[in-house]
């Protein structure tokens, strides 16, 4: 068996597929981009937040960025914005943010 | 130089003592008619502590083939058995067990399907699995039986291989009847299946994997079947190097087909399973008068060897294939179809006839066999005769 | 148990990437139940939303070991896990203990996959089965279940001039479960996370089978805009729709009493699929989804009464 390579199987290398259709890498869709499915993007209010950590907790998409046991940004390559984490938030301390506002 | 242990066993003891010998890791099973008796033998092996393996009481024969999946994909040598309804009932997981590439070896002990429920032997069980991507061998007696289990394990793991292997042999007549068996020790039995490395394992915490994963539109499904049907066609030249290395241990030979009398036979017999015996005694009776008869027994029908089928064929006048199955719908049993694809393209081919025999348990009596071969030298002699023929069916008697 | 703050530290074992709908539950209860875990852990996943949104080949989310093997299965698939682990470890050939996770839909549980389900709950294997309980069938269309709740509409269950619709009540997995005297069963929701975390714990802690029902919220299938899923789920706490309770060795305990229960209309009005329940005419359905309710919510109360001393 040859050595794994996400990139080749992409490449359509059928000799690189692994045997059994078996994924033998943990977490490969962090390659896959999730964020552009979007059209409101969470903003934290770091003033605001008391990282209750509510956001974090209610990600479907583990998209909420955690260091040593704090909120310190989000996903935005996987965030969905689907706004539980705004709609959750209890200081309001998130808004959503139409993406092309920024335009 | 080989000790000879020789055992008086039924076809189901047979098996057992070979699982027993073997000591997988998991055994996944749900009783069914005939293949009971393997478990309740087996049974008594793990309640002794003769076996290490961890026995799965599965509340169903679905659950046994899913949970041979769960252990296998886990990295256990794990093996299961079943019968008929309970062969039917892991229809789908036999398709993922292949798909997945799970060296699972099923003991299938042949019978009959519904309706009407009947428990006795044909082969429409396995002969209905023939496209699950499982390799499929047939056994003569107990002795094959037990010997084919036992290669089993090692042709499944074999790397080049990583396919799931069905043994098959007649339910009663093999499973139920007590044969003579030669046996090996339990040393040489785990000698030769050595010790199984799967390529990947669910329990290895520092590689986790993912298996069974979704392909969807513009995926690899079919590159993985290709990929499939290549394994199982590379596995028949696999199986022969077994057989040659299990020869050495046993000194009993196996072929990927088998054949008796054959080089200058004229008129040659196929079948699979347990009625061979009577189309050899009867061949020998023929030889004696002259007839020049030959055997082909099937050993490997998945994959089916089809270059050796037309090699050794495609000299004869006739050819008579003996079907304990039916294809409904279809112009003759699976044997047939098989082998007339594998004559396809033959200069001057061999005449070529199907007998449906056996359904159902239906005795395949010694002068149907007669009436048989007097149907080919009818046809060899220039009458129109049917190509197809259900023989021991019952009639008015007039 | 741990603090939320330290569950964050962990490594979360559901990657993103995946495509579930935009606010989906399902991914929020597994990451919560798994984040509880401090063994390695191996799914096995039945057919389902879930699995093809998260396994897309090559791509998978799942940073533990997984399985997908078929639909009505989960419990049989990690049957044969267990079995391989504990023969690996009664052999000495494995050291590593993993904690084996079944997870399925309500249609994979309370309806294809119920016998499997039973035959390993009867069998004592040493795994957690969650059922992420959205109530339909999901991935195919949001077809009725026998955890569909009476009066929903599903796209099996449409309304119309004679049906108003689901006509039945829930099939009660839980009961289900205790039936089989399993040591650990809990009904949950990611809307009180801590509690299913903590459930998911004593989960991973029995020693033996054990059952997590969540309530899992569904935007497609329930008909409510995305974001609002978490309080939804609340809202089904709150009005005894979907009590917190567990079920620790045949001991019944309800883990939250809501202070004020609110009506059943405040879950229901929340939601598209029960939109026709709200038109002149149908005031007896909600009436009589109400009657249902307080009658399940006072046999919870007996049965913890009943059985707290055992």
């Given at each position: 068996?040859?050595?794994?390579?996400?990139?080749?199987?992409?490449?359509?290398?059928?000799?690189?597929?692994?045997?059994?259709?078996?994924?033998?890498?943990?977490?490969?869709?962090?390659?896959?981009?999730?964020?552009?499915?979007?059209?409101?993007?969470?903003?934290?209010?770091?003033?605001?937040?008391?990282?209750?950590?509510?956001?974090?907790?209610?990600?479907?998409?583990?998209?909420?960025?955690?260091?040593?046991?704090?909120?310190?940004?989000?996903?935005?390559?996987?965030?969905?914005?689907?706004?539980?984490?705004?709609?959750?938030?209890?200081?309001?301390?998130?808004?959503?943010?139409?993406?092309?506002?920024?335009? | 130089?080989?000790?000879?242990?020789?055992?008086?066993?039924?076809?189901?003891?047979?098996?057992?003592?070979?699982?027993?010998?073997?000591?997988?890791?998991?055994v996944a099973a749900y009783p069914i008619t005939p293949q009971t008796t393997i478990m309740e033998e087996f049974s008594q092996y793990v309640a002794n502590g003769e076996v290490d393996t961890e026995l799965v009481r599965v509340e169903s024969e679905h659950s046994a083939m899913s949970a041979s999946i769960g252990a296998a994909a886990a990295g256990a040598r794990t093996i299961t058995s079943t019968s008929s309804q309970?062969?039917?009932?892991?229809?789908?997981?036999?398709?993922?067990?292949?798909?997945?590439?799970?060296?699972?070896?099923?003991?299938?002990?042949?019978?009959?399907?519904?309706?009407?429920?009947?428990?006795?032997?044909?082969?429409?069980?396995?002969?209905?699995?023939?496209?699950?991507?499982?390799?499929?061998?047939?056994?003569?007696?107990?002795?094959?039986?037990?010997?084919?289990?036992?290669?089993?394990?090692?042709?499944?793991?074999?790397?080049?291989?990583?396919?799931?292997?069905?043994?098959?042999?007649?339910?009663?007549?093999?499973?139920?009847?007590?044969?003579?068996?030669?046996?090996?020790?339990?040393?040489?039995?785990?000698?030769?299946?050595?010790?199984?490395?799967?390529?990947?394992?669910?329990?290895?915490?520092?590689?986790p994997v993912t298996m069974g994963a979704f392909d969807s539109l513009g995926g690899f499904y079919y590159e993985y079947k290709k990929i499939q049907c290549e394994a199982i066609d590379n596995s028949l030249q696999v199986m022969q190097e077994i057989f040659d290395s299990f020869e050495l241990i046993s000194h009993r030979q196996y072929r990927t087909v088998e054949k008796e009398m054959i080089d200058d036979a004229e008129?040659?017999?196929?079948?699979?399973?347990?009625?061979?015996?009577?189309?050899?005694?009867?061949?020998?009776?023929?030889?004696?008068?002259?007839?020049?008869?030959?055997?082909?027994?099937?050993?490997?029908?998945?994959?089916?060897?089809?270059?050796?089928?037309?090699?050794?064929?495609?000299?004869?006048?006739?050819?008579?294939?003996?079907?304990?199955?039916?294809?409904?719908?279809?112009?003759?049993?699976?044997?047939?179809?098989?082998?007339?694809?594998?004559?396809?393209?033959?200069?001057?081919?061999?005449?070529?006839?199907?007998?449906?025999?056996?359904?159902?348990?239906?005795?395949?009596?010694?002068?149907?066999?007669?009436?048989?071969?007097?149907?080919?030298?009818?046809?060899?002699?220039?009458?129109?005769?049917?190509?197809?023929?259900?023989?021991?069916?019952?009639?008015?008697?007039? | 148990?741990?603090?939320?703050?330290?569950?964050?530290?962990?490594?979360?074992?559901?990657?993103?990437?995946?495509?579930?709908?935009?606010?989906?539950?399902?991914?929020?209860?597994?990451?919560?139940?798994?984040?509880?875990?401090?063994?390695?852990?191996?799914?096995?996943?039945?057919?389902?939303?879930?699995?093809?949104?998260?396994?897309?080949?090559?791509?998978?989310?799942?940073?533990?070991?997984?399985?997908?093997?078929?639909?009505?299965?989960?419990?049989?698939?990690?049957?044969?896990?267990?079995?391989?682990?504990?023969?690996?470890?009664?052999?000495?050939?494995?050291?590593?203990?993993?904690?084996?996770?079944?997870?399925?839909?309500?249609?994979?549980?309370?309806?294809?996959?119920?016998?499997?389900?039973?035959?390993?709950?009867?069998?004592?294997?040493?795994?957690?089965?969650?059922?992420?309980?959205?109530?339909?069938?999901?991935?195919?269309?949001?077809?009725?279940?026998?955890?569909?709740?009476?009066?929903?509409?599903?796209?099996?269950?449409?309304?119309?001039?004679?049906?108003?619709?689901?006509?039945?009540?829930?099939?009660?997995?839980?009961?289900?479960?205790?039936?089989?005297?399993?040591?650990?069963?809990?009904?949950?929701?990611?809307?009180?996370?801590?509690?299913?975390?903590?459930?998911?714990?004593?989960?991973?802690?029995?020693?033996?089978?054990?059952?997590?029902?969540?309530?899992?919220?569904?935007?497609?299938?329930?008909?409510?805009?995305?974001?609002?899923?978490?309080?939804?789920?609340?809202?089904?706490?709150?009005?005894?729709?979907?009590?917190?309770?567990?079920?620790?060795?045949?001991?019944?305990?309800?883990?939250?009493?809501?202070?004020?229960?609110?009506?059943?209309?405040?879950?229901?009005?929340?939601?598209?699929?029960?939109?026709?329940?709200?038109?002149?005419?149908?005031?007896?359905?909600?009436?009589?989804?109400?009657?249902?309710?307080?009658?399940?919510?006072?046999?919870?109360?007996?049965?913890?009464?009943?059985?707290?001393?055992?």
């Open positions: 068996m040859k050595r794994w390579e996400i990139k080749k199987v992409l490449e359509r290398e059928i000799e690189s597929l692994p045997q059994g259709v078996t994924i033998p890498e943990a977490g490969t869709s962090e390659n896959y981009i999730t964020g552009t499915w979007r059209t409101f993007k969470p903003v934290i209010d770091f003033e605001k937040c008391t990282q209750c950590l509510f956001c974090f907790i209610f990600c479907p998409d583990s998209s909420i960025e955690v260091d040593n046991g704090k909120v310190v940004g989000v996903d935005l390559k996987h965030c969905k914005g689907c706004g539980i984490c705004a709609a959750e938030c209890p200081r309001n301390a998130i808004s959503m943010i139409e993406e092309r506002e920024e335009g | 130089m080989i000790t000879r242990q020789v055992l008086a066993l039924t076809g189901n003891a047979a098996v057992a003592f070979a699982l027993k010998q073997i000591n997988p890791d998991v309970g062969l039917a009932l892991m229809w789908e997981e036999l398709y993922i067990a292949s798909g997945l590439r799970l060296p699972i070896v099923l003991v299938n002990v042949n019978r009959s399907l519904s309706a009407p429920i009947n428990i006795h032997c044909d082969h429409s069980d396995s002969m209905g699995a023939r496209d699950s991507g499982w390799i499929q061998i047939f056994c003569e007696n107990a002795q094959e039986a037990y010997d084919m289990t036992i290669i089993a394990v090692k042709l499944a793991e074999d790397k080049r291989v990583r396919l799931p292997v069905m043994i098959n042999y007649d339910g009663f007549i093999i499973s139920h009847s007590i044969d003579r068996v030669e046996i090996l020790s339990d040393e040489k039995v785990q000698q030769f299946i050595g010790e199984y490395k799967p390529e990947f394992s669910l329990l290895d915490r520092n590689n008129i040659i017999f196929v079948i699979a399973g347990s009625f061979c015996g009577s189309i050899r005694e009867k061949i020998n009776e023929y030889r004696s008068r002259g007839i020049k008869t030959g055997l082909v027994k099937v050993r490997s029908f998945r994959p089916f060897p089809d270059n050796s089928y037309r090699e050794i064929l495609k000299n004869a006048k006739a050819v008579l294939i003996f079907d304990r199955s039916t294809t409904p719908g279809a112009k003759g049993g699976p044997l047939y179809i098989e082998i007339l694809g594998s004559l396809y393209g033959v200069e001057k081919p061999p005449e070529v006839f199907n007998f449906i025999y056996g359904l159902g348990g239906r005795d395949l009596e010694l002068d149907e066999i007669d009436k048989s071969l007097e149907i080919t030298e009818k046809a060899l002699r220039g009458e129109v005769v049917d190509r197809v023929h259900w023989i021991s069916l019952k009639k008015k008697e007039v | 148990m741990a603090s939320l703050k330290e569950l964050a530290k962990r490594k979360d074992l559901l990657a993103p990437g995946h495509r579930l709908c935009a606010g989906c539950g399902e991914s929020i209860i597994v990451r919560q139940i798994l984040l509880a875990s401090e063994k390695p852990v191996v799914v096995a996943n039945a057919t389902g939303c879930l699995e093809v949104s998260s396994t897309i080949f090559p791509y998978t989310s799942w940073r533990c070991s997984y399985i997908h093997n078929a639909f009505e299965n989960a419990a049989a698939t990690a049957s044969g896990i267990e079995a391989a682990l504990k023969v690996f470890r009664k052999k000495g050939i494995m050291k590593d203990d993993f904690n084996v996770v079944a997870v399925a839909g309500d249609g994979g549980t309370y309806d294809i996959g119920l016998q499997a389900l039973s035959g390993a709950f009867e069998r004592n294997h040493n795994f957690v089965y969650v059922c992420l309980d959205n109530g339909a069938y999901m991935n195919t269309g949001i077809q009725r279940s026998s955890a569909t709740p009476m009066g929903a509409w599903s796209s099996t269950t449409p309304v119309g001039k004679v049906e108003r619709g689901k006509q039945e009540w829930r099939k009660d997995l839980v009961m289900f479960a205790v039936a089989h005297n399993v040591p650990y069963v809990a009904n949950a929701s990611p809307s009180h996370f801590m509690d299913l975390i903590r459930k998911a714990e004593k989960a991973f802690n029995a020693n033996g089978p054990a059952l997590l029902n969540v309530l899992s919220p569904c935007p497609r299938g329930w008909r409510y805009p995305q974001e609002d899923g978490i309080k939804i789920a609340r809202l089904a706490v709150e009005t005894n729709v979907w009590p917190l309770y567990e079920v620790e060795n045949g001991r019944f305990k309800i883990n939250i009493k809501p202070r004020e229960t609110k009506p059943v209309i405040e879950w229901l009005k929340h939601q598209g699929r029960f939109r026709h329940l709200f038109k002149p005419g149908n005031e007896d359905m909600v009436e009589e989804i109400q009657r249902k309710v307080d009658y399940e919510w006072k046999k919870l109360n007996i049965f913890e009464r009943a059985t707290s001393e055992l």
